[in-house]
């Protein structure tokens, strides 16, 4: 057994039971893509998260365990992606990840925004045209320092 034994086992009951991540999020106490992502093994659970999952998803005290795991993070099988959807997300950063590092650079200096103290906020919104699809990416600012 290993982690990713224990994602599909939670992703095929998620669907064999019909939830949501909104769903699963509110019983874990989390955000929906917090959750997500340390159901989809790119998250380590403390004790209560990893027993909240494990009375959701029927997971023995071994595959509990493994939420508590710290995991090798990065989740994509191929250096570019293939599925569409994160292809897009490839791509936006392929187009516009230049720009987003001018940008930061000239309004806050030579550094990285974190990936680690970090939020993110993904919703619907209605529009007449199509709904849109709205990420909101929150990150503290690290400058690097001089030594």
């Known amino acids: 057994m290993n982690r990713n034994d224990v994602t599909e086992k939670i992703i095929a009951t998620k669907v064999s039971q019909g939830l949501t991540w909104d769903q699963v999020a509110r019983e874990v106490g989390q955000s929906k893509e917090w959750t997500t992502a340390l159901c989809l ?3 380590t659970a403390n004790a209560e998260q990893a027993r909240v999952l494990g009375a959701l998803f029927g997971l023995s005290e071994e595959e509990q ?3 508590k795991v710290v995991p090798y ?3 994509l099988p191929t250096a570019v992606p293939t599925d569409p959807l994160i292809y897009r997300w490839y791509e936006i950063v392929n187009v516009y ?3 987003i590092k001018e940008l930061i650079h000239e309004e806050f200096g030579d550094g990285i925004m974190s990936a680690i103290d970090f939020s993110m906020d993904i919703t619907r919104e209605p529009d007449p045209k199509g709904d849109r699809v709205k990420v909101v990416l929150s990150g503290k600012f690290l400058p690097y320092k001089t030594f």
Do not use: V
């Open 41 to 43: 093994g790119q998250m």
């Open 65 to 67: 365990k493994w939420l």
């Open 73 to 75: 993070k990065g989740s």
């Open 97 to 99: 990840g230049a720009t």
